[in-house]
């Protein structure tokens, strides 16, 4: 079992930055590649950027690329996600996920991802 926590969520003027933080407890956490997905009310959760936990290579949608960064700290059983320039369509709820598979993530699979956290909401506004 894993247990995951996010935290950094919270309001931000467009342009600004956020970093999100999952903390995992309970497994070891270097088995499990990790996955940072968001969703909105009304709209499908998907992913947004994942990690590998055997090589540490990333994946980013299209629309974040070059402005978020995620990353791992394996000795602080720790995911990021490093966000910047952000904005007003970048507001949602985001998740953190776990799965002993990275392709998964890079699927966007929902019901690949073997963990969740509860969430942390970033909303981008003036």
């Known amino acids: 079992q894993v247990q995951l926590a996010e935290s950094g969520g919270g309001l931000v003027q467009p342009g600004g930055s956020l970093t999100l933080s999952c903390a995992a407890s309970g497994s070891t956490f270097d088995d499990y590649a990790t996955g940072w997905y968001r969703q909105g009310p009304g709209n499908k959760r998907g992913a947004v950027a994942c990690i590998s936990n055997k090589d540490n290579s990333t994946y980013y949608i299209d629309s974040v690329t070059g402005r978020f960064t995620m990353s791992r700290d394996n000795a602080k059983n720790t995911a990021y996600l490093q966000m910047n320039s952000l904005k007003p369509e970048d507001t949602d709820t985001y998740y953190c996920?776990?799965?002993?598979?990275?392709?998964?993530?890079?699927?966007?699979?929902?019901?690949?991802?073997?963990?969740w956290g509860k969430g942390t909401r970033v909303t981008v506004s003036s």
């Open positions: 996920a776990a799965t002993p598979q990275f392709r998964l993530c890079v699927l966007s699979s929902i019901y690949g991802m073997d963990y």
